[in-house]
């Protein structure tokens, strides 16, 4: 037991996380500029049993990969299919925000260490 230490691998900054709720909030902009709404995954890491609110995703669009928030926003009546959410929906392959409750999902700290929820081939982050 006492060498069982030095046999420890690096863990993975990949985690898997359970969405538990998802939730629409409004934010006041910066710089005076109104608010707007957007959606929080909340969720529960899977074999830690700590919970953690994801309002930010990995995606990759045209100007690579990179993080964007969760804005919430319609288009006729739809999420627009190019918006952060869109992204999100199309990735795990469901139409509504309703069926990613109970899924699995990746997430990937940023550079602050908060993690962020991935919508993209997860190999292209930082490891």
């Known amino acids: 037991m006492g060498q069982d ?3 420890c691998k690096l863990g993975d900054k990949l985690r898997t ?6 939730e629409k909030r409004e ?4 710089e005076d500029k ?5 959606v929080v995954l909340l969720t529960t890491e899977k074999d830690r049993d700590r919970d953690f609110e994801l309002s930010d995703v990995y995606v990759k669009d045209y100007k690579g990969f990179r993080i964007q928030g969760l804005w919430f926003s319609f288009v006729e009546g739809r999420i627009p299919p190019t918006s952060a959410l869109g992204k999100v929906l199309h990735h795990y392959k469901v139409d509504t925000l309703n069926e990613l409750i109970g899924m699995d999902v990746m997430a990937y700290p940023d550079k ?4 962020v929820l ?10």
């Open 27 to 30: 934010v006041t902009l910066k």
């Open 112 to 115: 602050n260490n908060y993690l």
């Open 118 to 127: 991935v919508a993209c081939d997860p190999k292209h982050l930082n490891t």
């Open 5 to 7: 230490f030095l046999a």
């Open 17 to 22: 996380l359970t969405i538990n709720n998802v």
């Open 34 to 38: 109104g608010t707007a709404e957007r």
